[in-house]
């Protein structure tokens, strides 16, 4: 069972820039959730995804956008970076319902 | 709102003691608790998890935590520290709404293990 995975493993990219991060959740997961981890702090929910929809979503600007594919592997994008972006981005998959998130190496996406 | 918070940013324990994470949480609804520990560079790894089962729950590499419902409180503990303990712990909770659950973290706690 390969877990979690997240490409890429680093980027770095330049303020007005996008940028797309991809997960491809545990075998038999789904449900996929991303949140965004900034130096010395815990991780912050940005939004899950279930049945290919939005299912909910924490306190992040609609720059923050994403999608789930038919075989529950997901896409977060983000527009206009900001310095402020700057942060480890991890995915977590689980089963839908109150059930452990099994998380990613995570994504760390440097803005200049 | 539900919500955890984790006493002490940084806790440090000599080779062999024992460990003490602490972790009080904040829900009007019996909770889904869990700990998890991120090593340097590295994403979120389950210690446990709580989920009414039973209060006192084992997780991996020695850990175990109790839920203590009249403390709100879901503790961390391991009975003789190690070197490769070193790392950051997070405490979280579950929190449904709109059909769906995410993870509320606390702040974390850096546990240091001196020689």
């Known amino acids: 069972d390969a877990g979690v995975t997240q490409s890429p493993t680093h980027l770095i990219k330049t303020r007005g820039q996008q940028v797309t991060l991809r997960c491809s959740p545990k075998s038999g997961h789904d449900t996929v959730s991303w949140y965004q981890q900034a130096l010395g702090q815990g991780p912050q929910f940005i939004f899950q995804y279930y049945e290919e929809e939005e299912r909910q979503r924490g306190n992040f600007p609609d720059r923050f956008s994403g999608h789930q594919f038919p075989n529950y592997s997901s896409e977060l994008n983000v527009n206009a970076l900001l310095l402020g972006d700057s942060a480890l981005y991890l995915c977590?998959?689980?089963?839908?319902?109150?059930?452990?998130?099994?998380f990613g190496p995570g994504t760390r996406l440097t803005v200049t | 709102a539900q919500s955890v918070t984790q006493l002490g940013s940084h806790v440090s324990v000599s080779e062999g003691a024992l460990v003490l994470l602490r972790c009080n949480y904040s829900s009007s609804v019996p909770p889904y608790l869990f700990w998890y520990v991120q090593y340097p560079n590295q994403g979120l790894q389950l210690l446990l998890k709580y989920t009414s089962a039973a209060t006192l729950v084992k997780g991996i590499n020695g850990f175990e935590a109790e839920f203590k419902k009249s403390e709100t409180s879901f503790h961390l503990t391991k009975p003789s520290a190690h070197m490769s303990d070193a790392a950051e712990y997070f405490c979280a909770v579950s929190v449904a709404a709109e059909g769906a659950q995410k993870l509320v973290f606390g702040q974390g706690t850096r546990l240091t293990i001196n020689p």
């Open positions: 977590a998959s689980s089963l839908v319902g109150p059930y452990e998130q099994y």
